[in-house]
């Protein structure tokens, strides 16, 4: 399924957005976004989504051993974002497995829809290349966020 | 479906590949390659895919007023790229309709998978807005092109 | 004559400062903030300095047929930047000459000076290659910036 | 000094070239490089500088404690690389003290001077802090590469 198949996520109230401003060095010749700086918008509202819910953050993670690693992007795009436009990134948390999770963003400019995208984090360690059980805690967490909350981020 | 299901692609030959090192800045505090710029990877390669079918560059098709978009991608993660890798990016396409076409790329290092993407690609107008459609001899010049050719690229 | 040498800077309210954090994708395998960023952050404050000016953006200079085009930078670096820090990115003129200007930027962490940054930018004519004079009214606002006021930014 | 009063590293024969092909995503929108990445184009070809003299790579450094950082960047601008360009990237070492070294980069397009660049490294132990000595090896070699050598690089 793709991302813009799941009409719901549209219409609910975000359990938590980020915002953030459009840099220059991130609009290419064709006068819009680079693409590919999507997955680094909803990387960045991902680390203020965990840090919103009490999460280690990925150093802290590094250090227990254990961290998310990206196992699959998708990104949807359905209009362009342009230089200095302010972007609300809504994250949530989809599903929850043993040791993978799903995460649905949007990125949204003033209200209109620009892109989604979805995430697929798996729970691993490094040292031996395995999957490992998300935490239970973390599970409560993530799954908790799902209610509405007041957007975080670094915008007006 | 998911690229990695699309068995096939592994074992053929590739249509067209692109080599390319992976720098140090594009590697993140994990000691792997910032997932995100596996779409910047696809993006070169993709470049380098056209210039090789002869198919007008970016900077030509802005001059003609209709321009390749990137509306869906898809990447999903086998293994880690590190610094100083080489990866061997192959390119094709996998499918052309009027006005969009889908282009599969595996990333490869020495000969392991480390990932598959797929991006979806729509021909528009930026002017009006308008998807267009795809020129006869860009179709002949792309299905042509999944024929086994000597790989391309920048290495050694 | 290099950034570090010029004390009083140091010391001065800064006349327009740029909060923002640091991000993921931008900290190398070193730990630390991948010295080239520095650029992209000055950069950031320079556009919000020139917002914050009433001057013209990028954008809009471009429909003017000119544009500031950074001709020499210099960064000096003291101490590392790490993810999540808070920057505060400081930006003053610090001369203005008949078609170009010197600009200096402090980096901060927490009041500890990490960088200093001096880029010289000239206004010029991309179709005819040459520089033209600033503005006399870009020239009184941008020396009028010197004087104190309260940081702009995204942050807390 | 500025980079671009020092009028032999122009005549002579670069010690050491790395050519490398302008990207896409790497240029804004005023149609040029932006010029932070400069910057990423001066550290790739060190990277392979460091390759041919046969000195540790920052991963081997890391692992031996003692790294080489960026103290000092200056850039100067003297025309700008577009879209696809090949360029050739220069290097050589100007000076080695007790602890650190200014390398000069050149960027050429087609044997027009677009960019000097010169960088301050300074050796380092992270864990205290300190500056430490460079090794005499290190020194034979770097300084030894001042002698014309054919242009390493990943282009045609």
Redesign the interface.
């Known amino acids: 399924m793709?991302p813009s198949e799941s009409a719901p996520d549209r219409s609910a109230t975000p359990a938590f957005a980020h915002r953030?401003?459009v840099?220059?060095?991130e609009?290419?010749?064709?006068?819009v976004v680079?693409?590919?700086?999507y997955?680094?918008y909803c990387?960045?509202a991902f680390?203020e989504f965990i840090r919103a819910l009490g999460l280690p953050?990925?150093?802290a993670q590094?250090r227990a051993g254990r961290?998310l690693?990206?196992?699959?992007?998708?990104?949807?795009?359905h209009a362009?974002a342009r230089?200095?436009d302010w972007l609300d990134i809504s994250v949530r948390c989809e599903r929850i497995g043993r040791s993978s999770m799903t995460i649905r963003f949007g990125i949204d400019r003033a209200g209109e829809r620009l892109a989604d995208a979805e995430f697929v984090y798996v729970y691993a360690e490094?040292a031996t290349g395995r999957s490992v059980d998300i935490p239970a805690d973390w599970r409560h967490r993530l799954l908790g966020a799902s209610e509405p909350t007041q957007p975080g981020g670094?915008?007006p």
């Open positions: 793709t953030l401003r840099r220059w060095a609009v290419d010749l064709q006068q680079f693409f590919g700086n997955a680094e990387d960045i680390t953050d990925p150093i590094q961290e690693f990206v196992r699959k992007m998708q990104v949807e795009y362009s230089f200095d490094p670094t915008g």
